[in-house]
């Protein structure tokens, strides 16, 4: 491709662009039903239409060839869609409602508070930053400027803490 043909190529598909962009990313966005995706596919249409331009390609009528593009890509999003797992928030969304297993939440809180227990078993260096943590969802940058320790010694102790924290609260086999 010529240098003109390329500054040739590059004006047609700005003009292009500047015109239908609009009206494709409607029609993409009514067709797909999700306006980032929609974006992408109008993005991936000015793509494939300059990859084309670029190899000699010729286009009559610019309108026409961007929409044949457009519509050959949200045909191959449906079919990625169709073997796609459904979200869960899709299924809410659509009305969808989980049964809800109070036993679960149960042993949340009573492992929270077995841990809450356990935490004042370990050793002083390790009680805070495992309190904060753990008890306050406190984040490494948070309980390094509490404790005035580096990131880096905080999440060391962390996980310290955590290795003792699994060996004291590991079930005793008893002998039978």
């Known amino acids: 491709m010529t240098l003109e043909e390329k500054t ?11 015109d239908y962009e609009k009206d494709l990313a409607k029609y993409s966005y009514f067709k797909i039903q999700d306006y980032a995706l929609s974006e992408d596919l109008v993005s991936d249409t000015f793509m494939k239409t300059w990859s084309y331009l670029a190899k000699g390609g010729k286009i009559d009528i610019m309108k026409a060839f961007l929409y044949h593009i457009l ?22 969304e659509g009305g969808f409602e989980p049964s809800m297993n109070d036993s679960e939440s149960l042993f949340n809180i009573l492992d929270g508070k077995t841990d809450s227990l356990l935490i004042r078993h370990l050793p002083k260096t390790y009680q805070k930053v495992m309190h904060m943590r753990h008890m ?29 924290l699994k060996v004291l609260y590991s079930p005793v086999k008893i002998a039978v």
């Not at 890509?73 to 990625?80: H, M, Q, V």
């Not at 869609?81 to 299924?91: A, I, V």
């Not at 306050?136 to 003792?164: C, F, M, P, W, Y």
């Open 8 to 18: 040739y190529n590059g004006t047609l598909l700005s003009v292009a662009h500047r």
């Open 71 to 92: 519509n050959n890509l949200i045909i191959d999003e449906y079919r990625k869609r169709k073997h796609k797992t459904t979200s869960l928030d899709t299924l809410i």
């Open 136 to 164: 306050q969802d406190s984040s490494l940058a948070e309980i390094s400027l509490e404790t005035g320790q580096s990131k880096n010694t905080v999440a060391v102790q962390l996980h310290r803490g955590l290795e003792k």
